[in-house]
Structures are given as structure tokens and as C-alpha cells.
């Protein structure tokens, strides 16, 4: 794994590799104790020369520095991001899949590592990634079955929404275990303020697709800005669908001709039904989809299938 620390009156400056292993921290760390702390996702992909990639990692280091900025934390640079990331994929290589089996998942933190005992930034910081084979997780699952939590609120206006901060997903695990059990797959969250529109499933962005139009809600501050949600929203509108960031409400999902999910983990993955109170809608799935198209165009981009002509992947060997 890969570790770099500074002061909050510094900048990060050098990190060095260190093999995987457990961490001694003081129990009255920033992280700990106010949850001062933000995580990324990204994967390596090989493809089928052998040769391994990335996707668009200066976005996950543009995240989260947004989201540093907002829990008050020195975040490093885009630069020294990247070049952690390369470093602790290099130091992993053996265990990138094989081209088609599945990705190395690697996992950029940052946290407040420094003893604070009272409300305010920890005196220290600590950048540290680590990484880990994964399969193709949804390979298999043909779609997703989703409910529609009326009552608990993944974040409101104000809040933490539009970071990948710590203390966004725990709050939700009560709902989703609860949905798990009667058989669904995830839950959707609906707005804070109104409980009319959508905004995100527990670990995930949504889209709609009705006619010739897709929609996502927008990145209006309790929304993530999730890095294949932007993607997508690019590949679809080159495909010449027409592609609009809006409040999108509950209505419009139970009209919508399709729904999929975005996400690092999640791909593109389609979901069959939606329930909300008493009324379970049903959406189209297969492989003549919209949903299937851009699930397809974005893996190949990702894994080297298809030439990637945007400049979204970047070689690390």
C-alpha cells in the first residue's frame, strides 16, 4: 500500500509503498472520533495485450479535493495522486486480473490521523491507498430490483451529499439491509426537502431513459458527482440521446421505459423493477437496450476493446 502524510499547515509532499498491513492510530484521531475523512474507488484494468490501464483518475483526485475542501483537510495534488495511484497498481500488478476476469479495485483515503479532542481539523493527515483483485461483480446478474425508501434521507441540502465522505454510507445500511431481506436488491433514496424527486440508490447514480431522452438528477449538492455517471452522460449523448441533469420526479421514474444504475463497482447495470409503496413497476432489459449499448461501449473503453478517442485511459506500463 501506498502511505503519505502532512501537517494542516502543509502540503503532501513524498509518500513511499510499505507492504499491506495494519495501521497503529491513537484512539482520539480526527477520523475516528468526528469522522473527518473521504474515500475514492477506481479500478485497473488489463487488457487483452496484457498490458494494464486506468480510467480517468484525475477525476477521482478532482473528487477528492472537493471533498477535502469541504471537511477542511489538505488533499494532494492531482499530480501526486495519479502518480500514488500508478505506484500502488505497479506494486499489485500480479494481482490485475486477466483481461475479461475482472479489475484491480484500488482504494485512495484520506483521513484526519492526527489526536484532536475537540469539534475542528486534526492536526495531521494521512493519505494512504491500498488495492485488491475483484470479479466482475454484477457479470451474471441480469438487473437490479430496487425500492423506493420513503421515510430515512441519504443527505439534504447543506450536507455532505456531494462528497464520497465516510459518514455517507453508513447511515443508509439499516434501509438496505431491511430491503435485502425482502428480496430486493438496493435501495433508491428520494430528496430531503420534498420526498418528490429521486437522487441516488445506496452506492450509485440513476439514470432514466424514456423515448429518445435519458435523464440523471443533477449535482446540486446531495448528489455525487460519480465519475461514470459523467462518462455515461458523455458516451450517450454521442450516441445522440438526448442527455438532461434536472430534478427528476418520482413520476417520471415510474414512466420511464428504462433505469439503470452508474457507478465504479456497479458499471452499468440495468434494473428491472422499482417498488414504491404497493405498486411494483417494470422496465426493459436485454441485450437490444439502450442501458446494454452504453454498458458495453463503456467496458470496452475501459479494458482496451474499443480505442479509446476521448483520452480517458491512461496506460501505467
Request: proline share 5%.
Amino acid at each position: 500500500m501506498y502511505i503519505m502524510k502532512c501537517s494542516m499547515k502543509e502540503n503532501f509532499s513524498r509518500g513511499h509503498l510499505t507492504n499491506y498491513g495494519n495501521i497503529e492510530i491513537s484512539p482520539s484521531i480526527g477520523v475516528l472520533n468526528y469522522g473527518q475523512g473521504l474515500f475514492e474507488g477506481l479500478k485497473a484494468y488489463r487488457k487483452p495485450d496484457g498490458r494494464i490501464q486506468l480510467f480517468r483518475p484525475e477525476h477521482n483526485a478532482l473528487r477528492m479535493q472537493a471533498g477535502a475542501r469541504r471537511l477542511r483537510m489538505p488533499s494532494p495534488s492531482v499530480e501526486q495522486f495519479v502518480e500514488a495511484v500508478k505506484q500502488a497498481v505497479l506494486a499489485n500488478k500480479r494481482w490485475v486480473p486477466p483481461h475479461g476476469k475482472g479489475s484491480l479495485y484500488v482504494r485512495p483515503l484520506l483521513m484526519g490521523s492526527g489526536s484532536v479532542l475537540g469539534i475542528g481539523p486534526a492536526p495531521e493527515y494521512t493519505f494512504l491507498i491500498f488495492a485488491s483483485p475483484i470479479g466482475n461483480l454484477y457479470k451474471g446478474r441480469e438487473s437490479l430490483n430496487l425500492l423506493i425508501e420513503r421515510d430515512l434521507h441519504r443527505a439534504g441540502p447543506g450536507g455532505t451529499g456531494g462528497i464520497k465522505s465516510i459518514t455517507n454510507y453508513s447511515g443508509v445500511g439499516i434501509k438496505l439491509t431491511e430491503a435485502k431481506a425482502k428480496g430486493f436488491t438496493d435501495v433508491l433514496f428520494l430528496d430531503a426537502v420534498s420526498g418528490k424527486y429521486i437522487e441516488e440508490v445506496s452506492s450509485c447514480n440513476i439514470f432514466i431513459l424514456k423515448d429518445n431522452v435519458i435523464s440523471t438528477p443533477a449535482t446540486n449538492g446531495t448528489i455525487l458527482p460519480g465519475v461514470t455517471r459523467k462518462s455515461i452522460i458523455k458516451l450517450a449523448s454521442d450516441m445522440g440521446y438526448q442527455v438532461e441533469e434536472r430534478n427528476v420526479p418520482l413520476e417520471d421514474l415510474l414512466n420511464a421505459d428504462e433505469v439503470f444504475c452508474t457507478g465504479t463497482a456497479m458499471v452499468v447495470t440495468p434494473v428491472a423493477s422499482m417498488t414504491y409503496k404497493d405498486t411494483r413497476v417494470e422496465y426493459k432489459t436485454g441485450n437490444e437496450t439502450v442501458t446494454h449499448k452504453l454498458h458495453a461501449t463503456l467496458t470496452g473503453i475501459q479494458t482496451g476493446v474499443i480505442e479509446d478517442k476521448l483520452g480517458w485511459t491512461l496506460p501505467i506500463n
